[in-house]
């Protein structure tokens, strides 16, 4: 079945809201509005005002709601329009979701989902347009899952939903309207294990979210001067999937991390000193990074493409690393 | 004191060696078991380890020079422990004050894995480091080296003709049924991931070795009108080298690995007899030797004992042949004919045929490898 990123997301929750009667839907605009993103579009007629919440503009308490009500044995699925606005839930999620089970001795498990929006790349300003992501991977206690692909969009809902911890499920605002192939199920599926999305000998491009379809267009193009580029889509943030990395690494070993936040002390930082710690040896070349400038993103639409890193960027970045 | 480092022996069958490259120079304190110098023989470049510490006082043969076995190529300066200590500490703030050779860590890795000294490649990077590519290569130039400009058929007949000359051989032949080791060695290798699988002519050999362990006449040396029997097997394989001739180097201490460790062992030493890397050792120790004619289709060979060995195993074609089972029926089996040549001086038939069994019974009971 082919499905757009949009249509993989409504459907996952669709299927997550129909089959886990304690679950339900809580945050902006989700219910009447059908969705900032339209991905409960209709599901306030199909599933009830009980079960799909429209909260007032307050991402602190409707997110403490969801953390409440995870205590209390249900299933909730915040809705954060963006991660922006996460910034205002940061207590809640930080200070409170991803230490509850630690602080309570193990009594408290807390079966949360928290859905949102990241990146940058629509001329949404600065204070639109950030990649908190990798940020929230620091926090232990938190699962951060960065769904890229279609079927990623459909099936990691449904895999978080079944955690017992909090999981973060962070989707990029570019990739709604990308279009893939979704099979009906995957029996196997695991979200923290990373993908090998287009395998090649030659250097390990190592990204994830918005990031991945550039990369693999990236990577293309490199095939046509006669490079062959792997390209692994992380797809969890945290717990990171090391193994897969340094598997590819031994074969290729010269790796490139495309990461949409800014480059200091950023999720691509940490990758880079893992690889330092285990994969030294088999290193040919420094690693190296690839980020969006240390800035704010501006309005402009010519300056917030300098400033993200785009295909032609990531070709040049990959030419020079083979110079 | 000065010592004079001598031209050492590669081989029996060797007389001269070619310096090819020194890799020290004069005022370089060496340790023992370091690599000192690259020497072409007859049969390939070898890297030449020394037996002394000291400091070079002068080095005497030049590169390109020929020296005969046991004339000194450099004068060593060797002293006592208590200054060799200090040596030691020296040769630390010596390194510290070397450049630093910009090399990428798996480049290097590689290089140390083969014995390449790095310091004299220039590297292709983007700011002159040395990379991978650069590595692989010197490897493959000093594999085609390694080989060249080197008359090996001209030691092979001098090796030959002595051997045939001066060991009264005598040749034995048995027929032997692999389908029991052939059916266990699918079992087992379903269990192993590929770079872990046996490989038969491994297999094979190994149930020679673990043979050989029972019959001491086979494994040693024939010097000086006496048998010496050795205390390891170092099991001699001889290759077919590219462009014609052959080498024997051994898998040293073949008998005291497992299965599994011997398997790698032969691919590793196949794979540096292609690629260079052999050591003088692996070159000069054999003590019984092997020779697998298998994909080249001959049912059996007769090889020529290598001297000093006295004994020297034939392995031939496996294929499927009719027998004749215990019930009398006849039907269609693997076999292989292996072929014992052995010096009559240290050895009789009797004892050969015994040996022969021996491998049989072993093949016949793949458990016991």
Not at chain 1, 107 to 116: A, D, W
Not at chain 2, 157 to 167: G, Y
Not at chain 2, 203 to 224: D, H, Q, S, T, W
Not at chain 2, 264 to 274: D, I, P, S, Y
């Amino acid at each position: 079945m082919r499905l757009t990123y949009r249509e993989a997301l409504r459907l996952g929750l669709k299927e997550v809201l129909a089959t886990h009667k304690n679950s339900f839907l809580i945050g902006e605009d989700v219910g009447a509005y059908g969705g900032t993103y339209a991905v409960s579009k209709d599901f306030l007629a199909e599933f009830g005002s009980e079960r799909i919440i429209d909260a007032p503009l307050s991402e602190v308490g409707f997110t403490g709601i969801g953390i409440g009500a995870a205590m209390g044995g249900m299933k909730p699925i915040v809705e954060i329009m963006t991660v922006n606005f996460a910034l205002l839930a940061f207590d809640q999620i930080i200070n409170s979701a991803a230490i509850v089970n630690f602080m309570s001795g193990g009594q408290i498990s807390l079966p949360l989902v928290i859905r949102m929006t990241s990146g940058g790349g629509r001329q949404l300003a600065a204070q639109h347009s950030n990649s908190f992501e990798g940020w929230l991977a620091h926090i232990p206690g938190l699962k951060i899952l960065t769904p890229a692909t279609v079927e990623d969009a459909r099936f990691m809902l449904g895999y978080a939903i079944k955690e017992n911890s909090p999981v973060l499920l962070i989707e990029h605002a570019l990739l709604f309207n990308q279009s893939a192939e979704c099979r009906e199920n995957i029996s196997d599926f695991t979200p923290y294990k990373a993908q090998i999305k287009k395998p090649g000998k030659d250097l390990t491009l190592i990204t994830y979210g918005g990031m991945l379809p550039r990369c693999l267009k990236a990577s293309d193009e490199m095939e046509k001067k006669g490079r062959e580029i792997e390209v692994i889509d992380l797809r969890s943030l945290r717990p990171l999937d090391d193994e897969t990395i340094f598997t590819s690494l031994r074969k290729t070993h010269r790796v490139l991390i495309v990461d949409e936040g800014w480059r200091s002390g950023s999720l691509s930082a940490e990758i880079s000193a893992r690889i330092m710690e285990s994969c030294f040896y088999d290193l040919d070349a420094p690693v190296q990074r690839l980020c969006r400038k240390e800035v704010p993103i501006p309005y402009a639409r010519h300056l917030e493409e300098a400033i993200i890193p785009q295909i032609a960027d990531i070709v040049l970045k990959l030419e020079e690393m083979f110079k | 004191m000065n010592y004079n480092l001598p031209m050492p022996s590669l081989g029996a069958d060797m007389d001269e060696g070619k310096l090819m490259e020194w890799k020290i120079k004069v005022g370089d304190k060496i340790l023992k078991n370091q690599v000192i110098a690259a020497v072409e023989t007859t049969k390939s470049v070898v890297d030449v380890e020394s037996f002394r510490e000291g400091t070079v006082m002068e080095i005497i043969a030049k590169e390109g020079d020929v020296i005969q076995v046991g004339r000194p190529i450099a004068i060593l300066d060797i002293k006592g422990d208590q200054i060799l200590d200090s040596t030691k500490s020296e040769m630390k703030t010596e390194i510290k004050e070397n450049i630093r050779i910009k090399i990428s860590p798996v480049a290097k890795k590689m290089a140390e894995e083969n014995h390449i000294d790095f310091s004299q490649i220039k590297g292709t990077g983007a700011e002159g480091e040395i990379t991978l590519k650069d590595i692989e290569t010197k490897l493959r130039t000093k594999t085609e080296k390694a080989f060249l400009g080197v008359n090996l058929r001209q030691a092979i007949a001098a090796v030959m003709s002595r051997s045939k000359k001066e060991i009264p051989h005598y040749y034995l032949k048995k027929r032997m049924n692999l389908d029991s080791l052939m059916n266990w060695l699918d079992e087992t290798n379903k269990k192993l991931t590929p770079p872990d699988r046996l490989l038969l002519p491994a297999l094979l050999m190994r149930a020679v070795i673990v043979a050989l362990k029972k019959f001491p006449e086979m494994n040693g040396y024939f010097k000086e009108d006496r048998f010496e029997a050795s205390s390891n097997i170092n099991l001699g394989i001889a290759f077919s080298v590219k462009g014609g001739g052959v080498i024997v180097p051994a898998v040293l201490e073949a008998d005291k690995m497992s299965t599994s460790e011997f398997n790698k062992a032969v691919q590793n030493l196949a794979m540096r007899t292609k690629e260079g890397g052999l050591k003088n050792r692996e070159l000069s120790e054999g003590t019984f030797t092997i020779t697998n004619v298998g994909d080249l289709g001959s049912d059996e060979v007769y090889g020529i004992i290598f001297p000093p060995q006295v004994a020297i195993v034939g392995i031939g074609h496996i294929r499927k042949e009719p027998i004749i089972d215990r019930q009398d029926q006849l039907r269609a089996g693997f076999v292989v004919d292996i072929t014992l040549s052995a010096d009559h001086r240290v050895s009789d038939g009797l004892l050969g045929a015994r040996f022969l069994n021996e491998i049989e019974k072993k093949l016949n009971d793949p458990f016991s490898l």
